[in-house]
């Protein structure tokens, strides 16, 4: 498995669309910058608000969204699933390794991510904040990343359900777009639920990860039990009762 690894994740990191992706992320972080900087005068509190959202509004799909057709379209198109099975790799080990492979092109993007920001903001003088920063960014976009990963696992049920990454990729993109969590929220407002103040999208992985990032770490252990352990197992269960299309 660690040939396969090491394969998948140079595959990934070479891949064209993932490239220019990371190309724009880069070109859209330096904008932000410059029109912090110079039209709104903002400080470096400015700046790290900002780039906290653009990581939470944008990168959660510009990253995931190549991460996950990198790692799962091409499985299927070029037939390198079926060819690992072939060599003798379980069905189990293959979804494994690459939710693993998700996971660590995740962070490794994300954590890529923050370093390039804060050299972005001490080039345009918030250099006296970039300890504060670094350590801001750093818990910030981990939760960005368990984002990714969380909603990714999902989508993941759909992919090998039914061999097909399209299905799966818009999944993922209705869940990290906040389309389900915008739908969820306005369930508040249904009699039902505003008489007994309940929040249905507080169930959602992002609002979750929010409550964790803000202290609450207990919260972490029913986030990976429903949004990742469950999912994976499903995935596995169904996979394993799925014929192979060769």
């Given at each position: 498995?660690?040939?396969?690894?090491?394969?998948?994740?140079?595959?990934?990191?070479?891949k064209?669309?993932?490239?220019?992706?990371?190309?724009?992320?880069?070109?859209?972080?330096?904008?932000?910058?410059?029109?912090?900087?110079?039209?709104?005068k903002?400080?470096?509190?400015?700046?790290?608000?900002?780039?906290?959202?653009?990581?939470?509004?944008?990168?959660?799909?510009?990253i995931?969204?190549?991460?996950?057709?990198?790692i799962?379209?091409?499985?299927?198109?070029s037939?390198?699933?079926?060819?690992?099975?072939?060599?003798?790799?379980?069905?189990?080990?293959l979804?494994?390794?690459?939710?693993?492979?998700?996971?660590?092109?995740?962070?490794?993007?994300?954590?890529?991510?923050?370093?390039?920001?804060?050299?972005?903001?001490?080039?345009f003088?918030?250099?006296?904040?970039?300890?504060?920063?670094?350590?801001?960014?750093?818990?910030?976009?981990?939760?960005?990343?368990?984002?990714?990963?969380?909603?990714?696992?999902?989508?993941?049920?759909?992919?090998?359900?039914?061999?097909?990454?399209?299905?799966?990729?818009?999944?993922?993109?209705?869940?990290?777009?906040?389309?389900l969590?915008?739908?969820?929220?306005?369930?508040s407002?249904?009699?039902?639920?505003?008489?007994?103040?309940?929040?249905?999208?507080?169930?959602?992985?992002?609002?979750?990860?929010?409550?964790?990032?803000?202290?609450?770490?207990?919260?972490?252990?029913?986030?990976?039990?429903?949004?990742?352990?469950?999912?994976?197992?499903?995935?596995i269960?169904?996979?394993?009762?799925?014929?192979?299309?060769?």
């Amino acid at each position: 498995m660690r040939n396969t690894y090491r394969a998948d994740l140079g595959r990934v990191l070479r891949k064209p669309s993932f490239i220019i992706m990371n190309i724009i992320n880069i070109i859209i972080m330096l904008i932000a910058a410059i029109i912090i900087k110079t039209v709104m005068k903002g400080d470096s509190n400015m700046f790290a608000g900002a780039f906290s959202i653009i990581g939470d509004m944008v990168f959660t799909l510009s990253i995931g969204i190549p991460i996950f057709t990198t790692i799962f379209a091409d499985d299927f198109n070029s037939k390198a699933m079926q060819a690992s099975i072939g060599f003798g790799l379980s069905r189990t080990k293959l979804v494994l390794c690459r939710f693993i492979e998700l996971v660590v092109l995740s962070y490794l993007v994300m954590y890529a991510y923050v370093l390039i920001i804060t050299l972005i903001g001490c080039i345009f003088g918030y250099g006296s904040a970039a300890g504060d920063m670094l350590f801001d960014f750093f818990k910030n976009f981990s939760g960005y990343s368990l984002v990714i990963i969380c909603y990714a696992a999902i989508a993941m049920i759909a992919v090998y359900a039914l061999q097909n990454a399209t299905f799966g990729l818009v999944i993922y993109i209705l869940l990290t777009s906040k389309v389900l969590g915008g739908i969820l929220a306005g369930l508040s407002f249904v009699p039902f639920f505003a008489k007994h103040n309940i929040n249905p999208s507080a169930i959602i992985a992002s609002e979750i990860i929010i409550k964790i990032l803000g202290g609450k770490v207990l919260y972490l252990i029913p986030l990976l039990i429903g949004y990742v352990v469950v999912p994976l197992f499903i995935t596995i269960t169904v996979f394993k009762k799925k014929e192979l299309d060769f």
